[in-house]
């Protein structure tokens, strides 16, 4: 039986084997919201950046620039990095380039001779039949807040090893320790409340985007699953093939 791992921070990546595993990266709040949801609105593509400095496009036709510097939008950018922006047909058939303070930072950690993919509650169940479709042992990456421990990560990751430890995965005590904390807070109220007391969440709340916390608290709301190239972020279906 294949086995689960978290990393909590970008440091802890380098435990991540060169290929031949899966790999979910997790930043919920906000950029794996921010991009299942901007795909599932029929976004083509989303290419990871590192703030304005990385913009050297002539045609915008048909390009958004979107993100965030400590959660503010980049002044710059056609939109910030709220999921709430993107939950509508404004962004269809749309190029985004997306630089965000961790979420997006953190894939250039990996190798992208692995399978990489983009993970969130709101498509949890997808990452789930992927990983059972596949499986390869499973690295859980937390992106963290500037390269520290996230709870709403580590929660997430542990949404995802639930199931996949009571259908027979092995998984350490870190690993047991994250899906308990998601079925003691399984209650989307309890959840939210739990999500407003992390760091992240009192950013967000200060920040006036406390929908941003309301929205990605649900479960299952896209059934996509991003994946990530090693240049770019489409929905692209991945059969089981290395």
């Not at 692995?114 to 390869?136: D, E, P, S």
């Amino acid at each position: 039986m294949s086995s689960l791992y978290i990393t909590l921070t970008p440091s802890e990546t380098k435990i991540i084997p060169y290929s031949r595993v899966m790999v979910v990266v997790v930043d919920l709040l906000r950029a794996s919201t921010t991009i299942i949801t901007a795909l599932a609105h029929g976004v083509k593509a989303i290419y990871p950046i590192n703030g304005e400095k990385e913009i050297n496009i002539s045609n915008r036709d048909d390009i958004l620039f979107c993100g965030e510097e400590n959660g503010v939008k980049i002044p710059s950018f056609d939109l910030g990095n709220s999921p709430c922006d993107f939950n509508n047909d404004n962004v269809s058939e749309k190029t985004i380039y997306l630089s965000t303070s961790n979420g997006t930072k953190i894939l250039s950690y990996i190798s992208s001779a692995n399978k990489i993919y983009i993970g969130g509650l709101i498509n949890k169940t997808k990452v789930i039949n992927r990983a059972a479709k596949l499986g390869k042992d499973l690295y859980l990456v937390c992106a963290g807040t500037k390269g520290e421990f996230s709870l709403e990560d580590f929660y997430t990751a542990g949404a995802i090893a639930s199931p996949l430890l009571s259908s027979g995965w092995k998984g350490d005590d870190l690993v047991l320790a994250a899906a308990r904390i998601f079925e003691k807070y399984y209650d989307y109220q309890e959840r939210v409340k739990l999500f407003f007391h992390t760091r992240s969440g009192q950013n967000l709340i200060k920040l006036g985007l406390i929908e941003d916390i309301y929205y990605s608290s649900k479960l299952d709301l896209h059934n996509i699953l991003p994946i990530f190239d090693g240049e770019k972020i489409l929905i692209k279906e991945d059969p089981n093939t290395y």
